[in-house]
């Protein structure tokens, strides 16, 4: 799953149950639990039978399937499961990143234009702000009805980003065990800097939210959440660790799914990512960094 553009899915044959009740299964997933007495997870044959991954936003939704459809084989272990676009409510497959805190649906631009940072005054060298513009700028930009405190300069005075990280979401669940993978990739762009060089100075950080509520939609309650089911593994501290190929960073050993519900939100946890410049201040220069993160899914 690419953060800007889903990857290009695979050709998926006929279910043993004819397309127009796979659409409406998959639809009845967001109706409430009264109206349905299963998830399609388990009407789904190929979901059943040989496990599957489901990654969505709230709204629409992508399936990882370990069966190969191609070849009639299955998928073997460390092996890259198969993705396939069924979803009815964004038919051409994108799962668009959500911010942690929303169900406000990510573009599938985002992040990749351009995002700024507000810049404070540290008066001391300690990296942290001691003044920065206050006032009617909650947008996060200056405007003329902003303000800043006088202040004496010294030879510890900087300039230091006030918020230099993004965070974003996506929620998973799934009928299998499986590793959750990721792989940085400078993009092109005239009068960006795409080498690969700068991604040692990009902080990348990640965690799972197991439950919790976002702009009123409830997940996680039928999700499984006991300790020792998913862990974060390998050593990231940087995108500079993500380059070069793909890297698992999580593993799931049971399935997500914990019981019938009708409801893919209920049974689906939240994945949380940050990345940014921790410990940006203006004697690093400025530029423009463009890169793309792809998220991907294993067999275990």
Same mark, same amino acid.
């Given at each position: ?84 676009? &069924?979803?009815?409510? #964004? +038919?051409? $497959? ?5 911010? /942690? @805190?929303?169900?406000? %649906? *990510? ?12 810049? &404070?005054?540290?008066? #001391? +060298?300690? $990296? ?5 513009? /206050? @006032?009617?700028?909650? %947008? *996060? ?16 005075? #900087?300039?230091? $980003? ?139």
């Amino acid at each position: 799953m690419k953060q800007s553009k889903a990857q290009s899915p695979s050709s998926r044959p006929p279910l043993s149950i004819s397309t127009p009740r796979i659409l409406a299964l998959c639809a009845a997933a967001f109706w409430p639990a009264s109206q349905a007495a299963a998830s399609w997870l388990d009407s789904d044959y190929y979901c059943r039978v040989y496990g599957c991954v489901v990654v969505h936003d709230g709204f629409s939704f992508d399936v990882y399937d370990n069966f190969v459809f191609a070849t009639g084989g299955t998928v073997p272990s460390n092996g890259r499961m198969i993705p396939w676009s &069924g979803n009815p409510f #964004d +038919g051409n $497959g994108d799962v668009n990143p959500v911010i /942690t @805190g929303t169900r406000t %649906e *990510g573009l599938t631009a985002v992040p990749l234009q351009d995002e700024g940072m507000r810049l &404070g005054i540290d008066t #001391d +060298g300690d $990296g942290t702000i001691d003044f920065e513009p /206050t @006032g009617g700028s909650s %947008e *996060g930009f200056l405007d003329a009805s902003d303000s800043l405190n006088p202040f004496t300069l010294n030879e510890n005075t #900087d300039l230091v $980003g006030v918020a230099t990280t993004a965070q974003r979401s996506f929620y998973v669940s799934s009928r299998t065990d499986f590793y959750l993978s990721a792989q940085v990739f400078p993009v092109s762009q005239a009068g960006a800097t795409n080498s690969a060089t700068y991604f040692d100075t990009i902080d990348f950080d990640y965690r799972m939210t197991m439950r919790g509520e976002d702009d009123g939609m409830q997940f996680g309650a039928n999700a499984r959440r006991g300790n020792g089911n998913m862990r974060v593994i390998g050593n990231i501290d940087t995108l500079a660790d993500l380059y070069g190929g793909p890297v698992n960073i999580m593993e799931f050993r049971r399935e997500i799914r914990r019981r019938n519900s009708a409801s893919l939100p209920s049974q689906s946890v939240r994945f949380d990512y940050t990345y940014g410049f921790e410990d940006y201040d203006l004697s690093m220069g400025a530029g423009n960094v463009r890169y793309r993160i792809e998220f991907d899914f294993y067999n275990r």
